[in-house]
């Protein structure tokens, strides 16, 4: 069975930064498209950004565009998301999710546990 984790969640101040880490478990992530997902308290879950296998990335969401980054490493197995200038109504669960696709098509066929973020005011 596929897994992936996250991790990097925390609590950071208003206006700070976090990168949280998807890693796989005893498979390559080289050909598989990987999401980033959110989901606050009382509220539906929102995707955030996707990478493509080749490092193409999308963003789901505006609210986050030119301060959150979508990034991967191959060679360590890892896709990450850096979050910049966050904001307290970021606060949620962050999953990463894995494609079984190279593109950021479709729907995703495995999730994380999620890592909470908490941003204070």
């Known amino acids: 069975q596929l897994k992936i984790v996250e991790s990097g969640g925390g609590l950071v101040q208003s206006g700070g930064s976090l990168r949280l880490s998807c890693a796989a478990v005893r498979f390559s992530l080289d050909y598989s498209a990987i999401g980033w997902f959110r989901q606050a308290p009382g509220k539906a879950r929102e995707g955030v950004q996707c990478i493509s296998s080749e490092g193409e990335s999308t963003t789901y969401a505006d609210s986050v565009k030119g301060r959150f980054t979508v990034s991967r490493d191959n060679s360590k197995n890892t896709v990450y998301l850096q979050m910049n200038s966050l904001k307290p109504e970021e606060t949620a669960v962050y999953y990463c999710?894995?494609?079984?696709?190279?593109?950021?098509?479709?729907?995703?066929?495995?999730w994380g546990k999620g890592t909470q973020v908490t941003v204070s005011s």
């Open positions: 999710a894995l494609y079984r696709d190279r593109e950021c098509w479709g729907t995703p066929t495995t």
